[in-house]
C-alpha cells in the first residue's frame, strides 16, 4: 500500500502500483524517491512516517513539519541538529536535506 500525506485527502491509502492518489490526485513519491507507507506518529508540529526509498528499496523514517510558524521551523531543525549527532542502532540517521 502507498499513503497519501495530504493533509485533506478523505482515502489516503492507494495500491502501490500507481504515481498519484486515486482520491485527491496527489503524487504518492516524495522527491520522485520515497513511498510513503504507513504513519508511525505525530506531534505538535510534525508527522513521522514509514516510507520506501524505491530505488534501493531501503526502508527509512520521514518527519514532515506540519506547521509552519517560525517557531516550529526552529524546534524542527533544532531536532533535525540533536538527531545528527546521535549514534544508536535504535535512532534513525538523520540524511542531508535534499530539495
Known amino acids: ?10 482515502t489516503p491509502q492507494n495500491p502501490n502500483n500507481i504515481l ?3 482520491t485527491c490526485s496527489s503524487g504518492l513519491l ?3 524517491r520515497y513511498r510513503v507507507i504507513v ?9 513521522t512516517f514509514e516510507i520506501n526509498e ?5 526502508t527509512k523514517v520521514i518527519k514532515v513539519l506540519t506547521d509552519n510558524r517560525q517557531k516550529a521551523i526552529e524546534l524542527f531543525k533544532q531536532e533535525a541538529a540533536v538527531l545528527s549527532q546521535l549514534h ?3 535512532i534513525p540517521k538523520v540524511e542531508p ?3
Open 39 to 47: 504513519r508511525l506518529g505525530g506531534g505538535s508540529f510534525g508527522d
Open 97 to 99: 536535506e535534499r530539495l
Open 20 to 22: 498519484f492518489c486515486e
Open 1 to 10: 500500500m502507498s499513503l497519501c500525506i495530504n493533509p485533506n485527502c478523505q
Open 54 to 58: 524505491v530505488r534501493t528499496n531501503k
Open 88 to 90: 544508536h542502532s535504535g
Open 30 to 32: 516524495l522527491q520522485n
